[in-house]
């Protein structure tokens, strides 16, 4: 592949990421002016978009930068959807950690898009999503979704939200190939665990990371297909849930709840980390807090 070649992919991969994200906000959006009172009080909340520029080089050089978004609203207590485009240098122990980063000399290139919404209700079920391209000396594809309901009685694999959210993406992945489903599911499964609590985050989804199958158009297109069917399926199950009232208790255990996706975060998530090594925004980073959470 030449660097033209290699050039040309970055773009087509930056555009998209972005694109998606003006998509996934103006959706939110939508659902953000659906809701009314008595359960729903105030404004429809809007996107806040906020520009940011990596940390510069030793040099003053750009290093890229990106797009955080970021709602507070009446049905979506917080949502971040945000867009980064970021190139520079790993760490020398870093580095040691990412494929063909030796060979690159730590250089690296990355884009994607990264999202959390914490919904108020705490019967409509809070979501995490991303899509993502990073280059070495090698390139690949990694991402996924995963849903993630607070109230116990929807924390099960046959309840009707996860068997849509599962079936969306299960479609997704077997537009091309039968075998990633069960595989990526796997892999979220395992991924988006607390071993400290012996407790799952969620109830899953997809995850695949690493992802190089030697066809970059058919990779591409896979994460492409990731990313519209969560476009698609997270809307439908908010309009299923949204106008269900809620009890303080059910609020109480969504903050008990959202104190395990902290912990998650802070302690195992590899998006946490890579931002933070790579000197990315640190607000859009650790955006995917909830707002109010609490331990007992």
């Known amino acids: 592949m030449t660097d033209t070649q290699l050039e040309s992919r970055k773009q087509t991969a930056k555009n998209w990421f972005s694109t998606l994200q003006a998509e996934i906000i103006s959706e939110l959006e939508t659902l953000e002016d659906e809701?009314?009172?008595?359960?729903?009080?105030?404004?429809?909340?809007?996107?806040?978009?906020?520009?940011?520029?990596?940390?510069?080089?030793?040099?003053?050089?750009?290093?890229?930068?990106?797009?955080?978004?970021?709602?507070?609203?009446?049905?979506?207590?917080?949502?971040?959807?945000?867009?980064?485009?970021?190139?520079?240098?790993?760490?020398?122990?870093?580095?040691?950690?990412?494929?063909?980063?030796?060979?690159?000399?730590?250089?690296?290139?990355?884009?994607?898009?990264?999202?959390?919404v914490h919904p108020v209700n705490p019967r409509v079920p809070a979501v995490h999503m991303n899509t993502r391209m990073l280059v070495t000396s090698e390139s690949w594809f990694g991402g996924g979704a995963d849903l993630t309901p607070v109230l116990d009685y929807q924390r099960d694999q046959n309840h009707p939200l996860a068997e849509q959210f599962h079936a969306a993406m299960k479609d997704a992945c077997d537009t091309h190939n039968p075998e990633y489903f069960p595989k990526f599911k796997d892999w979220c499964d395992e991924?988006?665990?607390?071993?400290?609590?012996?407790?799952?985050?969620?109830?899953?989804?997809?995850?695949?990371?690493?992802?190089?199958?030697?066809?970059?158009?058919?990779?591409?297109?896979?994460?492409?297909?990731?990313g519209k069917a969560f476009r698609d399926i997270y809307p439908k199950l908010v309009r299923q849930t949204y106008e269900?009232?809620?009890?303080?208790?059910?609020?109480?255990?969504?903050?008990?709840?959202?104190?395990?996706?902290?912990?998650f975060n802070l302690l195992y998530d590899r998006g946490t980390t890579f931002g933070l090594k790579t000197g990315g925004n640190v607000t859009s980073i650790l955006s995917s807090m909830p707002p109010i959470a609490k331990w007992p």
């Open 244 to 263: 269900q009232s809620w009890t303080p208790e059910e609020r109480e255990e969504q903050l008990v709840r959202r104190g395990r996706y902290v912990e």
């Open 191 to 226: 991924y988006f665990y607390l071993p400290h609590r012996d407790e799952p985050r969620g109830i899953g989804g997809i995850f695949y990371d690493r992802h190089s199958s030697g066809d970059w158009d058919a990779d591409f297109s896979f994460t492409q297909d990731v």
């Open 35 to 116: 809701v009314l009172p008595p359960l729903y009080h105030g404004e429809p909340g809007r996107f806040e978009r906020t520009p940011w520029e990596r940390i510069k080089g030793p040099n003053g050089e750009d290093q890229g930068g990106g797009t955080m978004g970021l709602l507070k609203g009446r049905l979506f207590e917080k949502a971040g959807v945000h867009f980064s485009c970021v190139h520079g240098k790993f760490s020398e122990s870093f580095a040691a950690q990412i494929p063909g980063a030796d060979k690159s000399g730590g250089e690296f290139w990355a884009s994607g898009i990264s999202l959390i």
